[in-house]
């Protein structure tokens, strides 16, 4: 109960941060050195990871713009 309540009250941000391991898939398949230290592109799991946390990010700043905007 506690679980649907929670997930009902952050749809988008979950969301968001899953729209966001998606399109951090995509650029290490395409874009990702397989070879290097470079560490944003080098691991699969570490680029979905930062394309998580960038999605939901990028979802509360803008949350958080429309709501000062109607404050």
């Not at 997930?7 to 969301?15: A, C, D, G, M």
């Not at 391991?21 to 874009?31: S, T």
Request: charged content about 15%.
């Amino acid at each position: 109960m506690k679980l649907r309540l929670f997930i009902k009250k952050n749809r988008f941000t979950i969301l968001s941060m899953i729209i966001g391991v998606i399109v951090a898939y995509f650029y290490w398949l395409h874009v990702g050195m397989y070879w290097g230290t470079y560490p944003l592109s080098s691991e699969c799991w570490v680029n979905c990871v930062y394309g998580c946390l960038f999605g939901g990010l990028i979802y509360c700043i803008f949350l958080k713009k429309n709501i000062q905007d109607e404050g």
